[in-house]
């Protein structure tokens, strides 16, 4: 059995067939939900955000075109919310990192503690930078795509996720470095004891 | 093979859209940089990054937001019932306006307006001067009346695009504002009365938008639009909030999910 595919989905809700938005949520709904709690790092905003993409589908749905590709056009929707989301609050902008989602346990504790890395790495790139990775890495959005999301030329994309991936390349090695550097630092002072005496003059 | 060029070859070699040679050249490469094959490895790690579940509750909310928006629907008039109909005219009607005499003219003076703006910022790149200003004041006054004469439309989507041609200029002239006033409270239209409440909301940081919108809240018969009012009513910190909801909830036969959002909004307010 073949899936019906987005597009004629969404010209049968374009059409007047709301309830049929339901199959086009159960498919959306969790990577809508990872670009923006990956982008903003709130979960709270982010399901806002996934219904807010949603309830302007039902609204706008008039202006989706047949032979325009769904999941390009759900993520212009996507971006706009948020654009228009963080216009409304510009002080929300800040990733909070306590408000980022727990590692969830992976098989060995390397693979964890390089997940956690890679986390924060992410987190530490400038947002455009992390947008972009998020859209090529997480919702496989095409390059083609991306350039029409962006509004830029096909080759500005290979070179923004090029850029993206060095930044985050330079920023995964030094927390790397950083985390080896403690490691180290805590076996050494387990090895030295503590000098005695000089505080007790 | 230098990292410049392969540089450009990588984004593409990652989503394994090259050839086989260029693919043989990049990894040739990779076996001698270091850099360039942890960028690799980099892009191969990021597929470790756990996908996170929206709570369980994300589809109740969503299946009220569609339930609300359908029973706002249904209480439409009957012409705004045959979508499909619609949707198939929208292409019409937006030619057909524009074939009219006031479409005509409307657009011919703003092809006009715009060539005379272009060939005026082009000749004189200087501080503006009094035609540039009297220009740009016409193209101005040009979209508006687009937009007066789109709201005026038979048709809910040529409605719908005026409303979101309001939405492209900074400022609201008073006519359009106006206009977008009476598109809010009594359009037939769900859609157009939401797209109507996004483009005045944006103006919400001038009183008299903010009262106009807040003021609707009681006369709004669609649950829909109610349950955008009591949104925004929260985002915004209304003064009058508490005054507001006590007032929708004594409302008879108040629609339950809109009982439902009061009750949620007056718990946020507390």
């Known amino acids: 059995m073949t899936l019906t595919p987005d597009e004629d989905l969404m010209l049968q809700v374009r059409d007047g067939a709301g309830e049929t938005l339901g199959v086009l949520f159960d498919r959306y709904q969790t990577p809508l939900f990872n670009f ?7 979960r709270a905003l982010s399901e806002d955000l996934v219904q807010e993409v949603f309830l302007r589908i039902l609204k ?9 590709p769904f999941r390009a056009w759900i993520y212009q929707v996507a971006r706009n919310a948020r654009i228009d989301h963080f216009r409304k609050f510009p002080s929300q902008t800040a990733l909070e990192p306590e408000m980022l989602p727990p590692v969830l346990p992976t098989d060995s504790a390397q693979e964890r503690q390089e997940v956690e890395l890679l986390q924060r790495a992410l987190r530490q790139l400038p ?10 890495r997480f919702q496989e959005l095409k ?5 029409a999301l962006l509004g830029c030329e096909l080759n500005t994309v290979r070179t923004r996720i090029h850029r993206a991936l060095q930044d985050l390349r330079k920023a995964f090695h030094q927390l790397t470095r950083g985390t080896m550097l403690k490691k180290a630092e805590a076996a050494a002072a387990e090895n030295i004891p503590p000098q005695g ?4 003059v | 093979m230098k990292c410049e060029q392969i ?4 984004p593409d070699y990652l989503q394994r859209r090259l050839s086989r040679e260029q693919d043989r050249n990049v990894e040739a490469h990779l076996e001698q940089c270091a850099e360039c094959s942890e960028e690799v490895i980099i892009w191969r790690k990021l597929s470790l990054l756990p996908v996170d579940q929206p709570s369980p509750e994300s589809r109740a909310r969503f299946e009220a937001m569609l339930q609300a928006y359908q029973a706002g629907r249904s209480n ?11 949707a198939s005219a929208w292409n019409w009607n937006v030619l057909h306006w524009l ?7 409307a657009w011919s003076a703003a092809l006009l307006a715009i060539g005379v703006f272009a060939g005026l910022r082009l000749a004189a790149p200087k501080p503006p001067s009094p035609d540039l200003v009297a220009m740009q004041s016409e193209l101005t006054s040009m979209k508006q009346l687009v937009v007066l004469s789109m709201l005026q439309q038979q048709s809910a989507s040529a409605r719908l695009e005026g409303v979101t041609w309001s939405t492209r200029d900074q400022q609201l002239d008073p006519q359009v504002l106006s206009a977008l006033f009476h598109t809010l409270r009594y359009d037939a239209s769900v859609d157009v009365r939401l797209a109507a409440l996004d483009a005045l909301s944006r103006h919400g940081r001038q009183p008299q938008v903010h009262k106009g919108i807040m003021d609707s809240l009681q006369q709004d018969q669609s649950p829909l639009v109610q349950v955008a009012l009591i949104d925004l009513m929260l985002e915004w910190r209304d003064r009058d909030a508490a005054h507001r909801l006590q007032e929708l909830e004594q409302t008879p036969n108040l629609n339950p999910t809109v009982r439902q959002r009061v009750e949620w909004a007056k718990s946020k307010l507390n």
């Open chain 2, 76 to 86: 439409q008039p009957a012409d705004d019932s045959h979508p499909r109909k619609q």
């Open chain 2, 7 to 10: 540089s450009e070859l990588l």
């Open chain 1, 127 to 136: 947002e455009e930078k992390r947008e972009i990775l998020l859209l090529c």
């Open chain 2, 99 to 105: 074939r009219s005499p006031v479409g005509a003219m």
């Open chain 1, 60 to 68: 706008y749905r008039q202006s989706y075109r047949p032979g325009t």
């Open chain 1, 36 to 42: 923006y709690s990956k982008l903003t790092g709130d």
């Open chain 1, 197 to 200: 005496g000089r505080h007790e």
């Open chain 1, 143 to 147: 390059y083609e795509e991306i350039a």
